[in-house]
């Protein structure tokens, strides 16, 4: 590798413009630098968010990227600081040098040092995993037909029903006021405020081209109750997704054969919460399979001490007032003794999926989805 490889942080609109020329030629390559992927993540792009772009340039050339974009989680109620991992990218003829592993270690370093706990990191890949980036969580993951749901909306009837109304493009961020607080309902969810949303409905999947998103509000009585976003692929016959949806999930099941209709599409993936028993049975009941996956992405410890201050309440709260405590030992092993009073032994990377997953891989502390509006 050239000695003459520099990590640096954007400062400049100049600067911020240069790294999306070398985005979009990876990852839009038909897009001039400030539509594309600058339409796609407005507030990572954003002139105030430049210093948190880190990018590697040789002899003054930009040849790889990684965007950090700090967001603040609401698990019932307490706030987890968290930096969102995405847009990482390397010009192919500098792949495979380590040039965004070096990158990606010197944004662990900076975020660990302004003790971040976590980092949400929008990808799977060796790269991240090789970093001690881990899956965490789970959620319940449905592809339904059009005749899927027949049987399944037949046992709404009376129970929960509304009506659904597509809003189109100049309109959209205007119900930004009033969707965000059926958002802001959700237990578990990014803060976000109604400026945030109505940015969020103006890009992502609706700003890319080749995708067909949309937003259907639901109503009953004229009373906004829900809302569902969610998208197709133009070139491909994969199933509409949903993006996000906010309100009650018998209500947003209940809107899906409305939803398919409008695509003019047979098949709907839609993921809900695994702890939402009464809609799995609902599902299962009919001969519905359900899968459970992670969550999007990967999650990585930054500061493990402001991970466990933070989630301590939580931890309390669900086991009876007792804790985890944990102290590292000459293997650089966390032991201690968990809330049921079994003596535990974790490595650091371990800790998310121990504090996230179910039990009884772990302590089934919820996590907010990472794939929804605030996805990076
Ligand atoms: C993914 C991408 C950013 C990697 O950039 P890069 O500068 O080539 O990354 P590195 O050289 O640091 O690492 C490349 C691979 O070698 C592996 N590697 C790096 N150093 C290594 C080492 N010392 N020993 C073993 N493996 C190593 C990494 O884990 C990574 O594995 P992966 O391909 O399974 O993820 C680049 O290929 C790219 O831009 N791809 C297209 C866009 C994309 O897919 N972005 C990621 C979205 S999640």
Redesign the pocket.
Known sequence: MSNSLTISQASSTKDILSLLSMLNS??RPTAAPHQGMALEFPHLFAQGNAKNLYYAAIDGQVV?MIGVYPQVLAIEGIELPVASIGC?????S?????????I?NQVFDDLTKQDFPLALI?????????LDAVPVGSMYEVTFTADDLRPVIHDLKGIAASDVEEIGAPQRSQWASALAPIYWRQPNRFRRTVQHMATLLESLWFARSGYDQRLFVLSDCNQVTGYVVAYRSLHSSSPVTITEWGGNSLTVLASLPQILDAFGSNAILVNFHSQDQVLAFLITSHGVKMATTPLQGTVRVLSLKSLLARTHPLIEERYGRRGLYLSQDQTQMWTGVNPLGDAISLSQADIPGYLFNVPPHGLGLPFPWTHDLNYI
Do not use: D, N, Q
């Open positions: 990876v990852y790889s990482v990218a390397t010009l192919p500098f792949e495979k040098r380590g040039i965004a592993t070096k990606l929008s990808g799977e890949r060796g790269l991240y995993r090789r």
